[in-house]
């Protein structure tokens, strides 16, 4: 029997995302775009062999330390991220509204 390795969070920076890897198998991602200062987060998912163990929540939260370290601010588009934001306060000094002007550049972004 394998003992089952703790969770890892990666930002994987040239995918402009970062990714949860679970015994060495990627588990999910939340993806992004740098707007100037800020880091606007658009969509998370998780594999559904991983679903209910609370993945999400530890992969946005490591997330969102992340962009505070790097004196960023988050803009949660990705409803997701929105609700850990509406559980977590500590992340409100850091959090930008999402704009119809940002929803439109994040359109223009994306295609």
Not at 2 to 16: I, K, S
Not at 22 to 28: H, I, L, Q, S
Not at 88 to 93: E, R
């Amino acid at each position: 029997m394998t003992q089952a390795t703790a969770p890892v969070v990666r930002h994987a920076a040239d995918r402009q995302r970062y990714e949860i890897e679970v015994d060495g198998r990627t588990a999910g991602h939340t993806d992004y775009r740098d707007r100037g200062n800020q880091r606007v987060f658009f969509h998370t998912e998780v594999g559904e062999e991983f679903a209910g163990q609370g993945l999400a929540s530890q992969l946005v939260g490591e997330a969102l330390n992340d962009v505070r370290t790097s004196g960023r601010r988050v803009v949660p588009v990705c409803p997701h991220v929105n609700k850990y934001l509406s559980r977590h306060d500590g992340f409100a000094d850091i959090t930008d509204p999402v704009t119809p002007e940002g929803l439109q550049w994040l359109d223009g972004v994306l295609g």
